[in-house]
């Protein structure tokens, strides 16, 4: 009995390999397409949310692409261990850096252009939209997930690793914040979202929080949209949301604000 092959879309460009299948994702490359590769001790936490959604149905018409490389295949030893204690002693433990290289090298290989390789971090550079922009117009990027107690910190060094960070707190691991870099980026890849209009407009695009948003029905629980939003007049309606984008951002982000208030002075 043969083996039913994935659904891919696009121009394929298959390079060979002598690597065991095992070590990876089934789905050939589709030439010029954006695509990130994940290095993972749990590749079936993915796509996960990914695959559903405007992000899954892009995945399918071959927008973007997903591969995942599974640690535990370069573990080493009988039982493919990927880490061991902490030197110096301590809690926890560490993913070695003879595993972690030759997952990284072998993911790596043949790749050209601009190709980031990130390893998501709680002390790295916290996501903001300015990254999801930047690693859009990547033509993608590799992703290496923690757990335990991190990773090896030769091998940040060695291969100019970039730590990215989800936000000021710590998880069981990168999977999680790996899928909401993907998402944010994602969607900011022609053709994703359908109307790039939405991403022009949304909190900040421009540097400030996105104005309210109202729909039917008209009044809801004696609360009804903001009679300028009915009037039909677009260019007050335009002045209105930023004015209201102004107003929030002031309020609940001022360190934002403050950035916006610099921009503008510098204009």
């Keep these: 009995m043969t083996e039913k092959p994935g659904k891919s879309h696009g121009r394929k ?82 993913l070695r850096a003879d595993v972690l290289g030759e997952a990284i090298e072998h993911t790596m290989a043949g790749i050209r252009g601009n190709w980031p390789l990130i390893y998501l971090s ?15 117009r990547c033509d993608g990027m590799t992703l290496l997930c923690g757990r335990f107690e991190g990773v090896d910190e030769r091998v940040l ?19 999680i914040a790996a899928q ?21 407009e949304e909190s900040f695009s421009s540097g400030l929080l996105e104005h309210p948003q109202y729909t039917r029905p008209a009044d809801w629980k004696g609360r009804p949209i903001p009679d300028i939003l009915m009037s039909g007049h677009h260019g007050r309606i335009a002045d209105w949301r930023h004015e209201m984008s102004e107003e929030i951002t002031r309020e609940r982000r001022p360190d934002l604000w403050g950035a916006y208030q610099k921009s503008k002075d510098n204009d």
């Design 13 to 94: 460009a298959i390079r060979p390999t002598l690597k065991p299948r095992e070590l990876m994702t089934p789905t050939p490359d589709l030439h010029g397409v954006w695509k990130a590769k994940i290095i993972t001790l749990f590749p079936s936490a993915f796509p996960g949310v990914l695959g559903e959604s405007l992000t899954g149905k892009a995945l399918q018409e071959g927008l973007w692409q997903l591969e995942t490389v599974d640690l535990r295949q370069f573990g080493v030893g009988k039982h493919r261990n990927v880490d061991d204690t902490p030197a110096g002693g301590g809690a926890g433990m560490v």
């Design 122 to 136: 709680p002390r790295g550079r916290r996501m903001d939209q300015q990254m999801m922009q930047s690693l859009a």
């Design 157 to 175: 060094e060695h291969y100019g690793v970039q730590e990215v960070s989800l936000g000021d707190f710590v998880m069981t691991g990168g999977e």
């Design 180 to 200: 909401a870099l993907i998402d944010a980026t994602v969607r900011l890849i022609p053709g994703v979202l359908g109307n790039q209009a939405s991403a022009k």
